[in-house]
C-alpha cells in the first residue's frame, strides 16, 4: 500500500511540459470564498509563477478531502486540524505545511426570542451539530457545560433551525451565520455561542501532504505553500475580484453563489487567517494550539495517543 | 415707453405668478389625490393578478400535497410490504406528471428489522421510470432536510427548493411524516414527493403588470425561485439583494414576505447591478407552501397615466399662461396704448402745436377713456384760451404801444430841461417825474406869465391810464389857457374847474396846486384845489410851513366852488418843495406809508443842498422805502428856490 502511494505520489510530481511540476489540491469543501487564496493563486498565475502546474480538484460530499488525499488523486488537501491529528494518530504519514485558518469561527446560534441567553439554557433543547469532526468542538462545548440536549444531524443546510425544528444550529461565522442572516433573521433577533470565545478555540483549515511527497519534493510543497499565501493575500487585497473569481469556480460547480454572501465569508475568513493582523504569521501553527487541539481530542476519547508536534508540523512559514 | 412696458411687465409677471401659483398648488393636490387612486387601483390590480398566480401555482402543488397526504394516511393504515410500496410509488408518479420523483423512507430497522436504510424512490428520467434505493453510508437519507424536518417538526413540509445536480432542475421535495399506531404512534418515516419546479417559471413568468412589470417568487428563506433574470435564481435571496444594495427598507419587506404578509410597497431596485430605479413590489404569499409571489412595477409605467395626464395638463396651462399673457399684454396695450397717446399729446401741447396732436375720440366709456376725453376737451379748452390769449394778448400790445405813445405824448409836454430859464437867476426850479407803469396822471408845469410872474404848477390826475393821461392834457391845456396876466390862481382855478366839470361825464378830478411868483419881490399868490399842501422851507428860520389854501378838488362840482387864495413872501434862499401823493402815500414791505413828517425831516436835513440834488434825493429815498413793493403811482417833485440876492448882487 505504501509503495502504492510512493509510486502515485512520484507519478504525480513530474515535471509538465510547460517545465511546470504538476500537483493537484483538494479543499474539504466546494467552492467558496473559504478558499479563495487558493482560486486566486491559481487565477491569477501565482501557482505557475511560483513553477507549479496546479489542478484544484472540487471537494465537498462527494469528494471527501481526506479521502482522496489518501487515495493520492490529490497532492495537498486542505483539512480541518482536528482530522488530521486524528488521521495522524491512527496512522496516516500526513503531515501539515501550513495552518491556513488559525482561529475558529464555529459556534451555536440561537434564536433570541427562545430565550436561550447563556449555555445552561441550552439543557433540553434540540441542538443540530454537524456529523463527524464537525461535531467535535461542538460536544467540547456541550462537555464543557455539562449540557443534555437533544442531539440532531445537521445537513448543508440551516433549514432545520430556519424551519424551527431545532432550538440551537452549528454555524461558522463566515458562512450559516451569515446565511441565517439573509434568510431573514436579522443579527439582533440571534443569540451567538461563538466557540472561540468560550475557550475552545481549535485552529481550523490547514495544507496537508503525505511524509513522502513532502521528502521527495519539499521546494515544490513550499512552493505551494507559499503561492497557496500570496493568492490569500491577493485576495484580500482585492476582495471584489477574488470574489468574482471564486463565483466563476462556484458556478462551474453549479453550486448556488451569490457576491454578498462571498464578500462576506471572505471577510470573516481573513479574520482567521491573520487574526492577529501580522501577515507574516500566516500558515503558521503553534505548539501551544496543536497541543490544546490534540489534548481536546484526546479528552474526547476520540484519539489515544498525540502525534509529536514537530513530526506532524513541517510548517514551511517558520517562526 | 418703458413706463408702459413696465405695467405690461408687472402685470405680466404678477399674474402669472399669481396664477401659477395657484395652479402649482391644485396640481400638486390633484397630483397626490391621483397617485393615490391609481396606486390604490394597482395594488387592487395587483392583488387579482397575483391571486390568480397564487392560485394556479397552489392548484398544482396542492394536489401534490393531497397525493402525498393520502399515501401516508395509507402506509398509516393499512399494513405494509415492500412489494406495495413500490407499486404505490410507481403509480404515484404515473398518474401525476407533476410529481418528479417519490419516496417513501423509513427509519432504520422499521419496515425490515435487518436494514438501517430503507427508502425506495422512483422518479422520472427521460419519460421513463426509474428506480433508486435510497440510503447509504454516503447517503444518509436521515439527515436530509426533507426527512430531518417532517419529522422533527412531526408535520407535512416543503422543503427549501434545491438544485439536483443530476437532473439539472430545480426542485421542491413535499414530505408528510407517518407513524406507526400499532406501537403508539410511533415516528417510522417519511413519504416524500420531488416537484419540478421549471414550469413554475412559465407561470409565474404570464403575470405580468404594465409594460415591463413582472413576477417573481422566493422561498420561506427569501431565495429567489423565479426570476426574469436567471443569474439570481437560487442564487440570490431577496436579503442577499437588500445587502447588496445597502438597502434596509428592501430587507425589511423581505422579511414581511417570508412572514406571509401581503403589501404593496416602493422600493428603489431589486436587482444586483445595484442600479437605483423606482419600483413598486406587490407581494402575496403562498400560504401552504411559505414561499411568496412578488410582483414588481416601475413607478414610471404605474404612474404612466398620471404622467401623461399631468404633462397635458402642464402643456394646457402653459398654454393658458401663454393665453393669459396674451390678454394681459392687450389688455394692458389697451390701457398704456391711450395713456402712450396722451403722454406724446401732452408733449405736443406742451410745445404748442396742437395741429400735430391727434387724439381720436375713444370708443370705451371707462377711466381711460374719460381721461381721454377730458384731454381732448382740455387741448380744445386750452386752444380756444390759446387763441384769446394771442388775442388779448395783440390787443394788450396794441393798447400798451399806444399807451406807450401817449405816455410819451405826455410826458412830452412836461419840461424836462432844467435849469429851464438859464438867463433867469432870481429863481432855481428843479422838478422830477418817476412814472409808475400805467400811464398816470401826474404833471407839473411853469411858465412866464409876463417878465416877471413865473407861474409853476403841480398837479395830480385822478386814475391811471389814457383817460387820467387825456385828461390830464385837458387840465393841463385849460390851465394854460386860462393864466392870463391878472387872474389870481383861485380865479384860474375856478374858471378851469367850470370848464373841466362842465363835461366831465367819467367823474374825473384833478388835484392842482397853483401858484405865481413875483420874482421882484418874492411873493407868491397860490391856490389848491385838494392838492397836498407844498412846503414851505424858510432858510432864515429853517422852518418848514405847509402852504395849506383852502379848496376842493378840480373837475367834479360845476358850481359854487370857491377856492381860497394865498399869499406868502420869499426871503432868499426860501423854497417850496410841491409833491404829488405819489411821495408820501408810497407803500413799505411793512404796508406802512412814507408820510409827510418822513418827507420833511428829509427836507430838513438836506437843505442847503441844491434843490436838483433834493428832488433827486426824495426820489431815491421814496424808491428805497417802497423796497420790493411795486410803484402804483407817479411820483412827482417839484421845487421852487427863490434867489433874491443874485438879483441883489447883479
Redesign the interface.
Known amino acids: 500500500m505504501i509503495t502504492a502511494l510512493v509510486v502515485l505520489a512520484s507519478a504525480a510530481l513530474v515535471y509538465g511540459e510547460t517545465g511546470l511540476k504538476q500537483a493537484s489540491f483538494v479543499p474539504q469543501w466546494l467552492p467558496q470564498a473559504q478558499f479563495a487564496g487558493y482560486y486566486v493563486a491559481l487565477d491569477k498565475g501565482i501557482y505557475k509563477k511560483r513553477g507549479i502546474d496546479l489542478k484544484i480538484i472540487t471537494g465537498g ?2 469528494n471527501p478531502a481526506a479521502a482522496l488525499h489518501d487515495n493520492g488523486t490529490a497532492d495537498f488537501a486542505s483539512m480541518w486540524l482536528l482530522s488530521a491529528i486524528q488521521a495522524r494518530a491512527n496512522g496516516k504519514k500526513l503531515v501539515n505545511i501550513a495552518q491556513i485558518l488559525r482561529r475558529t469561527s464555529q459556534m451555536l446560534i440561537t434564536r433570541k426570542n427562545s430565550g436561550i441567553g447563556e449555555p445552561q439554557a441550552l439543557n433540553g433543547k ?1 441542538v443540530s451539530l454537524w ?1 463527524g469532526d464537525y461535531s467535535i468542538q461542538g460536544m467540547a462545548f456541550l462537555n464543557k457545560y455539562d449540557l443534555k440536549v437533544q442531539l ?4 448543508e ?1 440551516v ?2 433551525f ?5 432550538d440551537a444550529v452549528s454555524a461558522m461565522l463566515y458562512n450559516e451565520y451569515h446565511t441565517i ?4 433573521l ?1 443579527p439582533e433577533e440571534l443569540a451567538v455561542f461563538s466557540f472561540y470565545e468560550h475557550g475552545l478555540d481549535f485552529p481550523e483549515d490547514g495544507l496537508y501532504v503525505s511524509e513522502d511527497k513532502l521528502a521527495a519534493d519539499s521546494a515544490l510543497c513550499c512552493a505551494f505553500v507559499q503561492a497557496s499565501i500570496e493568492g490569500w493575500l491577493y485576495a484580500f487585497a482585492h476582495p471584489d475580484e477574488a470574489v468574482e473569481i471564486v463565483m466563476k469556480y462556484m458556478k462551474m460547480a ?1 453550486i ?6 462571498q464578500k462576506w465569508m471572505l471577510s470573516k475568513i481573513r479574520d482567521l487567517i491573520i487574526p492577529d493582523n501580522n501577515t507574516a504569521k500566516i500558515g503558521i501553527l503553534t505548539q501551544a494550539d496543536y497541543q490544546r487541539t490534540a489534548a481536546m481530542l484526546k479528552v474526547g476519547g476520540l484519539t489515544e495517543t498525540i502525534p509529536q508536534f514537530d513530526s506532524f508540523y513541517k510548517g514551511c512559514v517558520k517562526k | 415707453m418703458l413706463k408702459n412696458r413696465g405695467i405690461t411687465f408687472k402685470l405680466i409677471s404678477l399674474l402669472l405668478t399669481g396664477s401659477m401659483l395657484i395652479f402649482a398648488l391644485i396640481f400638486k393636490y390633484n397630483y397626490e389625490l391621483t397617485k393615490k387612486i391609481i396606486l390604490k387601483n394597482a395594488e387592487d390590480n395587483a392583488k387579482h393578478i397575483a391571486a390568480i398566480a397564487v392560485n394556479k401555482i397552489e392548484g398544482v402543488l396542492n394536489i401534490v400535497e393531497r397525493i402525498n397526504q393520502h399515501t401516508a394516511f395509507y402506509m398509516e393504515s393499512v399494513p405494509q410490504t415492500k412489494e406495495k410500496l413500490h407499486v404505490r410509488l410507481r403509480n404515484v408518479i404515473e398518474n401525476n406528471r407533476e410529481i418528479y420523483g417519490a419516496a417513501i423512507s423509513f427509519e432504520p430497522h422499521t419496515i425490515d428489522k435487518e436494514l438501517k436504510y430503507f427508502a425506495p424512490y422512483y422518479f422520472r428520467s427521460a419519460d421513463t421510470l426509474k428506480y433508486r434505493a435510497l440510503g447509504g453510508e ?1 447517503d ?1 437519507y ?4 426533507w426527512y ?2 417532517p419529522m ?2 412531526g408535520q407535512p ?1 416543503w ?2 427548493p434545491y ?1 439536483d ?1 443530476d437532473a439539472q432542475i430545480i426542485e421542491s421535495t413535499y414530505s408528510v411524516p407517518f407513524r406507526d399506531n400499532t406501537t403508539g404512534g410511533r415516528f417510522i418515516g417519511v413519504v416524500s414527493a420531488d416537484v419540478d419546479l421549471s414550469w413554475l417559471h412559465e407561470t409565474v413568468a404570464s403575470v405580468k403588470m404594465f409594460k415591463t412589470g413582472y413576477a417573481f417568487l422566493i422561498s ?4 429567489i425561485l423565479t426570476h426574469p433574470n436567471k443569474e439570481l435564481i ?4 431577496i ?3 437588500a ?2 444594495m445597502s438597502d434596509k427598507n428592501l430587507r425589511a419587506i ?2 414581511a414576505m ?1 412572514r406571509s404578509e401581503t403589501g404593496f410597497k416602493q422600493i428603489k431596485g431589486f436587482g ?1 447591478t445595484g442600479k437605483s430605479e423606482k419600483l413598486w413590489l406587490f407581494y402575496m404569499p403562498l400560504k401552504s407552501e411559505g414561499w411568496t409571489l412578488g410582483l414588481i412595477v416601475p413607478n414610471d409605467e404605474l404612474l404612466s397615466d398620471i404622467i401623461t395626464l399631468h404633462e397635458k395638463v402642464i402643456a394646457l396651462v402653459a398654454a393658458g399662461m401663454l393665453f393669459l399673457s396674451i390678454f394681459i399684454a392687450s389688455i394692458s396695450a389697451s390701457i398704456t396704448r391711450p395713456l402712450r397717446r396722451l403722454a406724446a399729446a401732452t408733449k405736443d401741447i406742451a410745445r404748442g402745436s396742437f395741429d400735430d396732436c391727434k387724439l381720436s375720440h375713444p370708443k370705451t366709456k371707462d377711466e381711460i377713456g374719460e381721461l381721454t376725453s377730458s384731454f381732448i376737451y382740455m387741448k380744445s379748452a386750452l386752444r380756444e384760451y390759446i387763441r384769446e390769449l394771442t388775442e388779448t394778448t395783440r390787443a394788450k400790445e396794441q393798447i400798451e404801444s399806444e399807451l406807450k405813445i401817449a405816455h410819451d405824448i405826455q410826458m412830452s409836454f412836461l419840461q424836462k430841461l432844467f435849469p429851464p430859464f438859464p438867463e433867469r437867476t432870481e429863481f432855481d426850479l428843479f422838478a422830477a417825474i418817476l412814472p409808475a407803469k400805467e400811464v398816470g396822471g401826474d404833471f407839473y408845469d411853469f411858465f412866464f406869465i409876463d417878465e416877471t410872474h413865473l407861474c409853476f404848477l403841480i398837479a395830480d390826475v385822478s386814475g391811471k391810464g389814457v383817460p387820467a393821461s387825456l385828461f390830464m392834457a385837458m387840465t393841463m391845456t385849460l390851465l394854460k389857457a386860462h393864466t392870463a396876466a391878472g387872474l389870481s390862481p383861485n380865479e384860474i382855478l375856478f374858471n378851469v374847474n367850470a370848464k373841466l366839470a362842465k363835461d366831465n361825464s367819467v367823474s374825473m378830478f384833478v388835484t392842482i396846486f397853483y401858484g405865481i411868483l413875483d420874482i421882484e419881490t418874492g411873493d407868491v399868490v397860490f391856490a389848491s384845489g385838494g392838492h397836498n399842501p407844498p412846503l414851505l422851507y424858510r432858510k432864515d428860520t429853517s422852518e418848514l410851513i405847509p402852504l395849506e389854501c383852502g379848496g376842493i378838488v378840480v373837475g367834479i362840482m360845476e358850481e359854487d366852488i370857491v377856492f381860497d387864495k394865498g399869499l406868502i413872501t420869499m426871503q432868499n434862499g426860501d423854497f417850496i418843495v410841491m409833491y404829488t401823493d405819489g411821495v408820501t402815500e408810497a407803500i413799505n414791505d411793512l404796508e406802512q406809508e412814507f408820510t409827510e413828517e418822513r418827507l420833511g425831516r428829509l427836507i430838513t436835513e438836506n437843505h442847503d443842498k441844491p434843490i436838483s440834488e433834493l428832488v433827486l434825493q426824495i426820489i431815491e429815498d421814496v424808491k428805497h422805502f417802497s423796497g420790493t413793493q411795486p410803484q402804483f403811482d407817479d411820483i412827482t417833485l417839484m421845487i421852487l428856490q427863490y434867489n433874491s440876492k443874485k438879483i441883489q448882487e447883479l
Open positions: 460530499p462527494e434540540k456529523a440532531v444531524n445537521q445537513s443546510t433549514n432545520l430556519m424551519s424551527g425544528a431545532v442572516v439573509n434568510s431573514g436579522d453549479h448556488p453563489s451569490n457576491k454578498a454572501h | 454516503n444518509n436521515f439527515n436530509q432536510d430531518a424536518i422533527a417538526l413540509v422543503s427549501e438544485f445536480p420561506k428563506n427569501g431565495t437560487m442564487n440570490e435571496s436579503f442577499s439583494i445587502e447588496t423581505g422579511k417570508i444586483t
